[in-house]
């Protein structure tokens, strides 16, 4: 009786993880099946996704390669929605939400796609980024370097994260510091490692907003993590250096904006 009880349970579980694959499976199917239609010439990665991010309610992480250290043009802002201008009097494309408005001159970007598959427009897009890869994870459109890639920030996605709560109605710019400096496993591996993590971002207004819903997760990696938080905010993630100079030399500081 007792043996039959546990082939039940094993059963069981394993119904519901594959219900779970399953789950994930059909949400990436569901993107790549997406059609898309956008027409930009040399626009900003910033203003390319947020059409995407915002017209399409596509959610998109980036792991900025340190190849790309030296500007600030593949920012974009990873709330929504958006009510920002998007370009200066004379056209040039501008950057907001960092702190520091940064006038983007080189890394445009040319698209003319209608009604196209979601995964051609990424292929185009991120061939234009040069150093990178794209995939599908989980619902999520996850961007990383292909050449450039920092070792502790590669670690860092992978790095395990027990438990992450966030309750119902807490603005989502509190995020942020939940997956830095309230998180045990972040401030053990940025001190095992020599990080740390700035917070010289200014939020868009609607960045206040409260969370739709509970956010509680278990026994994922902190890339996992980001998409989650991602999926349930809207909008995305990046995980860079920081663009700004460091007050000490012995340590590295990230960018970490959700």
Same mark, same amino acid.
């Given at each position: 009786?007792?043996?039959?009880?546990?082939?039940?349970?094993?059963?069981f579980i394993?119904?519901?993880?594959?219900?779970?694959?399953?789950?994930?499976?059909?949400?990436?199917?569901?993107?790549?099946? #997406?059609?898309?239609?956008?027409?930009?010439?040399?626009?900003?990665? !910033?203003?390319?996704?947020?059409?995407?991010?915002y017209d399409?309610?596509?959610?998109?992480?980036?792991?900025?390669?340190?190849?790309?250290?030296?500007?600030?043009d593949?920012f974009?802002?990873?709330?929504?929605?958006y009510?920002e201008?998007?370009?200066?009097?004379?056209? &040039?494309?501008?950057v &907001?939400?960092?702190?520091?408005?940064?006038?983007?001159?080189?890394?445009?970007?040319?698209?003319?796609?209608?009604?196209?598959?979601?995964?051609? *427009?990424?292929?185009?897009?991120?061939?234009?980024?040069k150093?990178?890869? !794209?995939?599908f994870?989980? %619902?999520?459109?996850?961007?990383?370097? &292909?050449?450039?890639?920092?070792?502790?920030?590669?670690?860092?996605?992978?790095?395990?994260?027990?438990?992450?709560?966030?309750?119902?109605?807490?603005? *989502?710019? *509190?995020?942020?510091?939940?997956?830095?400096?309230?998180?045990?496993?972040?401030?053990?591996?940025?001190?095992?490692?020599?990080?740390?993590?700035?917070n010289?971002?200014?939020?868009? !207004?609607?960045?206040?907003?409260? #969370?739709?819903?509970?956010?509680?997760?278990?026994?994922?990696?902190?890339r996992? #993590?980001?998409?989650?938080?991602?999926?349930?905010?809207? %909008? %995305? !993630?990046?995980?860079?250096?920081?663009?700004?100079?460091?007050?000490?030399?012995? &340590?590295?500081?990230?960018?970490?904006i959700?």
């Amino acid at each position: 009786m007792i043996f039959r009880v546990i082939i039940f349970l094993y059963l069981f579980i394993f119904a519901l993880a594959s219900q779970d694959v399953m789950c994930q499976s059909a949400s990436d199917a569901e993107l790549k099946d #997406l059609r898309v239609s956008i027409i930009v010439e040399n626009k900003s990665l !910033w203003e390319v996704f947020e059409r995407i991010i915002y017209d399409y309610d596509v959610v998109i992480g980036l792991e900025e390669s340190s190849s790309d250290r030296d500007h600030n043009d593949y920012f974009f802002q990873t709330n929504v929605p958006y009510d920002e201008p998007k370009s200066n009097p004379d056209g &040039t494309q501008f950057v &907001t939400g960092t702190g520091v408005r940064t006038v983007v001159k080189d890394h445009l970007f040319t698209l003319k796609f209608s009604d196209a598959p979601l995964s051609e *427009v990424m292929d185009v897009i991120v061939k234009q980024m040069k150093f990178y890869k !794209w995939e599908f994870n989980n %619902g999520v459109i996850n961007i990383y370097p &292909t050449e450039g890639r920092s070792r502790n920030i590669e670690k860092l996605m992978h790095m395990h994260v027990a438990e992450f709560q966030m309750p119902q109605g807490e603005p *989502v710019d *509190v995020a942020m510091a939940r997956v830095t400096f309230l998180l045990p496993e972040f401030k053990a591996f940025a001190k095992s490692n020599q990080i740390d993590s700035t917070n010289s971002r200014m939020f868009p !207004w609607y960045s206040k907003r409260p #969370l739709p819903e509970r956010m509680e997760f278990k026994n994922l990696t902190y890339r996992e #993590l980001l998409n989650a938080i991602a999926r349930t905010k809207r %909008g %995305g !993630w990046i995980v860079r250096y920081s663009k700004y100079k460091k007050a000490d030399p012995d &340590t590295e500081f990230l960018d970490i904006i959700i």
